[in-house]
Every structure is written in C-alpha cells, then in structure tokens.
C-alpha cells in the first residue's frame, strides 16, 4: 500500500488553509495510489483535541499522528515525521509550501536521504506512482519529476494545492511519543504577528483584482484599486507590470512570484502566459477582461468579457457600490 504523509500547521484551534491544501491534495492521490492519506500535528497546548485533529477526515486524511511539541518550528517536526515516516513506510510526504513547509521540507529530505522536488504547481499518478510538476526556466516550462526511491518529499508552492471537504469521515489519531533532537529545540517562537511590507497580505485574500500590461501605465491600477476597495479586496499585478515600476513586488503573482487561490481573481489586462497561470490557475472563480478575444487566459477563465477595460472597470466599481448601498 502507498502512503502519502503531510503535516497541518494550526494556531489557536485552526488548522492553516495552505496545510488543509496539501491534506486535501494527498487524499485525492492516496485514492488514486490505492493507500492512504495521514497527517501529523504537532503542538504543546490543549487545542490539539481529538475532534480537532479528526476533523482533518473531511479533507481527505484517514489518520493523524499528534506529537507534544514546540508549535511553528521546524526542526520538532522534522523529528516526528521521520519517525512515522520510518515506523510506517509511507512512500511520499507531501508539503503545501511556504517559508515553514520548504524548511520542514528541506531538513526530513536531509535527514532520510530522500529525494525532493520544489515549487511544484500540480501532482498526478502516472503507472502506479507519483509525479511532480515543477516550473523552469523563469516559468517558461514545465518539468516532470518522478521519485527513484523512497521517501519522496514533494514541497508545493504557497496554495498551489486547493482546499476541498471531500466528504470523508473522521480521521483516526494516533499520539506518537517523539524524543526530539537537542538541535531542534533549540529555537523557539517569541512571538506571531502580522506581516510587514504590504497593505494586505494577497495570498490570504479572498477577493484578487490582478492588473496587466492591458491597463497601459502605472496610473491605470488605480482603477484596480477602486474596485478592489468596493469590493473588499486585495490588488495583485503581473511581472510585467512590476518590472515596469508601475506596481510593487509584493502584489507579483507568477513567476517568481505568489501564488494565490482566492475565491474570485479578476484579471484586467492580462494575457494568461503560462508565468502567470501558474500563480493563480488554483483561483476558485476567474474573470478575465482583456480587449484581445485570443488573449490565452480567456481559455482558463471561468468568465471571459471582450472589451475596454478603462470603461469596464469604472462601471463595475459603480454597481458593487450601489449594490452595497442598496
């Protein structure tokens, strides 16, 4: 039987979207494989409860090794993953991505002599194994990576992976008594706070008004701006744009960039090149304006209008406004 372990990171009774991301990813694959999905938790407080760690049945894990341990760090982790890893024979661990999941990520891969692929954007079964999508060349194509041997450590980009509710019931939790290494508590969290450098955090975003070459200078974003405010959203931009000064490099999606998954993307002026589809194809709703009716992100938007989006735009600030007024 193949398996495919994640770890969920949580804060304060809550599980992390982009780790509900990769357990719902791993469940999909397991089916697919003929095993199983598992998780491990690790945390020092009482909100790891049984219910809590179970509920993670409904996005598609089976199991869920919980672990005593210092929360947000990497190296506790490590320490517990390579034990069930070793104890149960799972033949892949998969990550969601981010600053905590590459870290996790990096050190099990030193510490089983596996190997790993990063930054990955999809993951399928193909003869009876998985396979890892993974950007290159600046995003310009894609490579396919297989595993030779086992473990194989999967990072994906930041919500490259969609959370879903599959529909499964509760996951079994097992309590793993782990003796973590000297060097892994050595760390320890002082304090979580908000992130720096940007008005809003556009990966947590559920609502994305994303602008292009299409908006034709800097200034036009403010038309981005204006219906982002009206509808309670974030603005994102291109690379294009950014390396053209007209937008900051913390709203970049694509290629080297964020990549995002928020309930609705709107994309005003924006071609759909494959550097940018790979930082927003897991987007819940996407509505692309563009005056080119061959634009390529017409061919991956859920709804596509041809026309001027300096027109558009405006109208469609006006009706959220009276739409909410009303």
Known sequence: MSGILTYVLHYQGEFNKNSLGAVTEAGKLAKELGGEAAAVVVGEGDDLTDDLCASLGKYGATKVYRARGPEGLAQPVVDVMAKVIEENGYDYALFGGGLLGFEIGAGLTARLNAGVTMEVTEVKVQDGKLVADRPILQDSAIAEVDYVGTP???????????????????????????????????????????????????????????????????????????????????????????????????????????????????????????????????????????????????EFSDLGIVGDLNKILPKLTEAVKAKKGG
């Open 152 to 298: 194989g450590i999967i990072i994906g980009r930041l919500n490259a992976f969609e959370m879903a509710e599959s529909g499964d019931g509760a996951a079994s939790v097992e309590d793993v008594e782990v003796e973590l290494s000297d060097w892994s508590t050595k760390a320890r969290m002082i304090e979580r706070g908000e992130q720096r450098g940007a008005d809003v955090n556009i990966e947590d975003a559920d609502i994305l008004v994303a602008g292009g070459r299409g908006l034709g200078k800097a200034e036009g974003f403010q038309l981005c701006e204006d219906l982002a405010d009206a509808l309670g959203g974030a603005v994102a931009a291109t690379r294009a744009v950014v390396d053209a000064g007209w937008y900051p490099y913390a709203a970049q999606i694509g290629q080297t960039g964020k990549t995002v998954a928020p309930k609705l993307y709107l994309a005003a002026g924006i071609s759909g090149a494959i550097q940018h589809k790979v930082g927003m194809q897991s987007s819940e709703n996407i509505v692309a304006i563009n005056k080119d009716p061959n634009a390529p992100i017409f």
